[in-house]
């Protein structure tokens, strides 16, 4: 039972990240009816972004947890901020001129933009791992306890910034004008501009939101777990993001962040699982994650929390 | 149309392409090629019954992970050759001939590998490769060289279906199935452990290789695996498997150096104290820095390795000097230590032979008796492998600092 309740709380942990990148996907494809294969690589750009603003503040373990998180909140909002501009500039120059191309070609250039981030990241950054200094109270002393149930204040934060955020999110999209452009526009572009909506406008901000929360997820992991920082790390967690995202429901902002912890928690026992003979489920976690969106896209082809209708014409 | 079909269509299409891409950039060819793969012999096999032995140079190319994930690898390792051969050189280089290196990067990857040994292979100049460090990208390579009829020395890749490859195919380190019972010995009889847990890396052969190894043989001397788990190179998240070696002694981890300080430090998150066990993949400078810094997640653990440091012998010391001196100080990692040997062999080799024809390097590489290496006395058997000692280093602050060393057929 213990060992349940772990894997249920490992499975949040991981699946917050998968859902902060997941939104992401998920309101491009809402406004533009385009998956925007880079963003996964803007989530490795924050990273990044995170790693050397850290490491030009010089940034030290803090004695509290507090101290740490303060130290943190400048590279946050460093990665937050470098990564929305990223966004927008990739929409300005990759998308937007081929707004009016057929769909395949949008989604082929995404592809080119994801290799030309991983490859830019390669040269600009060299390929050899990089590590985010410790700056949170480590071992022991960064972990809650309940008998044999751990937890990481660290990935506590991590889940509550997450939260913080995509409740901020909901917020813009729900409750603030730009956010109701956008509902309108995702609704129905052409009519949304017929009603004086400035939709390209809308569309940049989309995808500047978008980026920004890529790059809080990039940081975040980045800081709060302990990997290491490679170009690639965007292709692998983007890739399950994505998927969390479809499951959920592709331009359904809840739905990616229920698809973002369906994947944390079915990666987490899957990976969790005992050794069954020569059966060993850890290697099976990616294949998992896909047979999942398989069996959802039959079931519901619109995802969990999608909407299936008429596309409008 | 319906948006549920398109939107099916498109995403299906999506994520068919998004995963034809992954494959090539991850990197992900677990099985090794055949000696009989086209790719290598249509290019090479011309090449092999024309070497060029003219000119006063002996070209000696070198594949390495100058970039990618294991960096420090193949960085640590030229950084020892190139300290060979300007030795060699500064006394004249042999049979009047002088060394030329050749070292091409890899980027980690074993599609890259055997790129790169590929162009070697039509080079008719080249005289011997050596390379890699990793297991699964010297398996990328050996069929070429082999096929190409090129003496290749690997200084450390330790899994043992590397030099099965074929008759030219070398190494200068021990293999894992020594190195597998030396860290279940170590854990036996000098750590004095009954229950051990393994977590082990399922994409590369070096690690199967060597928990299999440790899997089998530490029961054998009394002792209980109470669980066996698997990561994959991509993975980021360990905690899952750490979830399941609770209540084990001691961990061992065959991983290499870039996932083992992650590993380390969730493992010390979850309240597990026990020492972690590694083999020499873990031997880089950056290993520490990846658990959080001296004193961090991995102080006090043990690692295997090739050679050591603190190592009193004047042949070892006179190389620490050397490297030093060449290097700004830098301490020599046991992967410097065994590219400087594989160089030295090779040259050793030559110097026997009397000739740079490949054939002839191969048949006095095999002959290869005692040869009084930074890494030990090193006897190249009749499978191409070397036997030697190894030695089990404990990890203080930055440094790695010896601990015991275990014999062959003790």
């Known amino acids: ?313 | 149309m319906r948006l549920t079909r398109s939107a099916l269509f498109q995403t299906v299409a999506a994520v068919a392409l998004f995963a034809s891409l992954g494959g090539v950039v991850g990197c992900k060819s677990e099985t090794p090629e055949t000696a009989g793969s086209p790719a290598g012999g249509a290019s090479a096999g011309g090449s092999a019954a024309s070497q060029d032995t003219s000119g006063n140079e002996i070209v000696v190319g070198h594949f390495a992970s100058l970039t990618g994930d294991t960096a420090t690898f193949g960085n640590e390792t030229n950084d020892g050759i190139k300290l060979a051969i300007k030795e060699l050189n500064a006394q004249g280089g042999v049979l009047g001939k002088t060394f030329k290196l050749e070292t091409q990067d890899d980027q980690s990857k074993a599609e890259e590998a055997k790129t790169v040994v590929t162009a070697f292979a039509s080079d008719a100049k080249m005289v011997a490769v050596l390379g890699e460090v990793a297991s699964k990208r010297s398996l990328a390579a050996a069929p070429v060289l082999d096929k190409a009829g090129i003496p290749m020395i690997s200084p450390s890749s330790t899994n043992e279906n590397v030099t099965k490859v074929g008759p030219y195919i070398f190494r200068v380190c021990f293999i894992d199935n020594f190195q597998g019972l030396v860290m279940a010995r170590f854990a036996a009889e000098t750590l004095k452990v009954k229950k051990v847990a393994i977590l082990r890396n399922q994409s590369e052969d070096y690690s199967v290789g060597l928990a299999n190894v440790f899997a089998q043989e530490f029961p054998k001397l009394g002792g209980q695996i109470i669980a066996d788990v698997s990561y994959s190179g991509n993975d980021s998240d360990f905690r899952s498997q750490l979830g399941q070696v609770k209540g084990a002694e001691a961990l061992f981890v065959p991983g290499y150096y870039n996932d083992v300080g992650t590993i380390a430090r969730q493992a010390r998150e979850l309240g597990i104290k026990a020492p972690l066990l590694g083999c020499d993949g873990w031997d880089s400078p950056d290993l520490v820095k990846g658990a959080g810094g001296p004193g961090g997640a991995l102080e006090g653990s043990f690692f295997s390795n090739h050679y050591s440091k603190d190592d009193a012998s004047p042949r070892v010391q006179n190389f620490v000097k050397a490297f030093k001196t060449e290097y700004n100080g830098k301490t020599p990692s046991g992967l410097a230590a065994l590219g400087y040997d594989a160089m030295m062999i090779l040259a050793d080799a030559i110097r026997r032979a009397n000739s740079i024809e490949r054939a002839k390097i191969k048949d006095e590489l095999s002959k290869t008796r005692d040869f009084k290496g930074v890494t030990g006395d090193i006897t190249i058997d009749s499978e191409r492998n070397a036997s030697k000692p190894a030695v089990v280093l404990q990890i203080k602050g930055e440094e790695f600092v010896y601990k015991t060393t275990v014999k062959p057929n003790a």
């Open chain 1, 1 to 313: 039972m213990d060992q349940f309740i772990q894997l249920i709380i490992n499975g949040i942990q991981i699946g917050s990240v998968y859902a902060l990148i997941a939104l992401g996907y998920t309101m491009v494809y809402g406004v533009l009816r385009l998956i925007n294969f880079a963003h996964g690589d803007v989530f490795m750009i924050g990273a990044y972004i995170g790693f050397f603003t850290a490491d030009a503040l010089k940034l030290r373990q803090q004695p509290s947890l507090p101290a740490a998180l303060l130290a943190l909140t400048v590279p946050l909002l460093a990665s937050m901020v470098g990564c929305a501009l990223l966004g927008l500039i990739i929409e300005r120059l990759a998308y937007r001129p081929l707004r009016k191309a057929p769909k395949l070609t949008a989604l082929i250039t995404a592809i080119g933009v994801s290799l030309f981030l991983v490859n830019g990241a390669q040269l600009l950054f060299k390929a050899d791992p990089k590590f985010f200094p410790n700056v949170t109270p480590q071992g022991e002393a960064g972990t809650l306890r309940f008998g044999e149930i751990t937890i990481s204040r660290d990935l506590l934060v991590l889940v509550i910034v997450a939260a913080l955020l995509m409740g901020i999110l909901w917020y813009i999209v729900q409750r603030t004008k730009i956010g109701k452009a956008m509902r309108a526009v995702a609704h129905d572009t052409d009519a949304a501009a017929l009603m004086g909506i400035n939709t390209d406008a809308v569309i940049s901000f989309t995808f500047g939101l978008g980026a920004a929360l890529a790059g809080a997820g990039g940081m975040l992991f980045a800081a709060l777990t302990y990997v290491k920082i490679l170009p690639l790390l965007g292709l692998q967690m983007g890739l399950k993001a994505f998927v969390a995202a479809v499951v959920g429901g592709i331009g359904s902002i809840p739905g990616a962040m229920l698809g973002g912890l369906l994947m944390g928690l079915s990666e987490s026992f899957v990976k969790g699982s005992p050794r069954i003979g020569l059966f060993e489920p850890s290697r099976w976690t990616d294949a998992v994650a896909f047979v999942l969106l398989i069996v959802v896209l039959l079931v519901r082809p619109a995802g969990l929390l999608g909407r299936s209708g008429l596309e409008k014409v």
